[in-house]
């Protein structure tokens, strides 16, 4: 089990093309998260996936984003029309369903829209 | 209303010795979980200990322990023997039960950085 598989780990754009950014979580976990982390803030919530059901999404998921998770492995969140705002970190968490405790994150993809 | 508080942006410590990083939190529900993350500069965000608010004892994990005090809903983590590995932002954060989906979701603090010194 090599955890929580965020790929690219960096992506560099333009303002306006599209990214579509991969997560594959641990193996037997149901559930996966994305969060947005900028720059001297924590982590903040941004969708919620429990197997291939999407159950949750934040305010801060504008119509531009969009997050899948096909077969209720792994997800892709993509960002359409990229904005110079979109700069940040994206971090997938997953766990298990009666977790009770941690999520497992992966590395993160950085994303800055030049 | 911010939901998860933490006042120090920045910590020193000299290596081998203890330190203390505040968290403070507001929910009113009764059944919450309570987390610290650990993230270094390389990004990922690890999990170090968990106390949930039913627990009758303190979380220890290794060196790390929290110090849950629920009346005043703080829940501080400290680090005993500090190690220059131990350089890094530091996340407190707050298992929250969303009304929508019924899904489980974390909120964060704005993290403290932690600096070993040698």
């Known amino acids: 089990d090599t955890g929580v598989s965020q790929d690219p780990r960096h992506k560099i754009t333009k303002r306006g093309q599209n990214v579509t950014f991969r997560c594959d979580p641990i193996?037997?976990?149901?559930?996966l998260y994305w969060y947005r982390q900028t720059l001297g803030q924590g982590p903040e919530f941004l969708t919620y996936?429990?197997?291939?059901?999407?159950?949750?999404k934040s305010r801060l998921l504008s119509d531009r984003f969009s997050a899948e998770r096909p077969k209720g492995s792994f997800s892709t969140l993509e960002i359409q029309r990229t904005e110079q705002g979109d700069s940040a970190m994206y971090l997938c968490?997953?766990?298990?369903?009666?977790?009770?405790?941690?999520?497992?994150f992966g590395q993160g993809t950085r994303l800055t829209v030049v | 209303a911010q939901k998860i508080t933490q006042t120090q942006p920045g910590m020193f410590v000299q290596e081998k010795e203890a330190v203390t990083l505040d968290c403070t939190y507001d929910t009113s529900d009764p059944s919450y979980g309570l987390f610290w993350y650990k993230q270094p500069s390389s990004g990922e965000m690890i999990f170090l200990i968990y106390?949930?608010?039913?627990?009758?004892q303190n979380a220890t994990e290794g060196r790390y322990s929290l110090n849950f005090q629920k009346a005043r809903k703080s829940a501080n983590l400290v680090i005993s023997a500090s190690q220059l590995g131990d350089s890094a932002m530091y996340f407190c954060a707050m298992r929250e039960l969303s009304s929508q989906g019924g899904s489980e979701k974390l909120v964060f603090g704005k993290g403290t950085k932690l600096t070993v010194n040698p």
């Open positions: 996936f429990q197997n291939e059901a999407q159950l949750e």
């Open positions: 193996s037997e976990h149901n559930r």
């Open positions: 106390q949930g608010s039913y627990d009758q």
């Open positions: 968490a997953s766990s298990l369903e009666d977790h009770g405790t941690e999520a497992f």
